[in-house]
């Protein structure tokens, strides 16, 4: 599977503008603040999915009964 496959197809989406950026001009620090940034978005991510999952398990639990 291609890259562009799992890329969204929205013009000027940020994920497809961050993955198209050159960094081979960055340097070592540069490129480790890139990924502290990075790995903190993930986590964000990651709490929001864990947020919708359990909204979605109590909004059901409250519609069983």
């Not at 969204?8 to 940020?14: H, L, M, Q, R, S």
């Not at 993955?19 to 490129?31: A, F, N, P, Y």
């Amino acid at each position: 599977m291609d890259l562009d496959d799992l890329l969204p197809k929205a013009p000027g989406d940020p994920l497809v503008l961050l993955m198209k950026q050159d960094i081979d001009r960055l340097s070592v620090d540069e490129l480790n603040a890139r990924i502290a940034t990075l790995e903190a978005e993930i986590a964000r991510a990651r709490a929001r999915i864990q947020f919708a999952t359990n909204h979605r398990t109590t909004a059901e639990s409250l519609f069983k009964r």
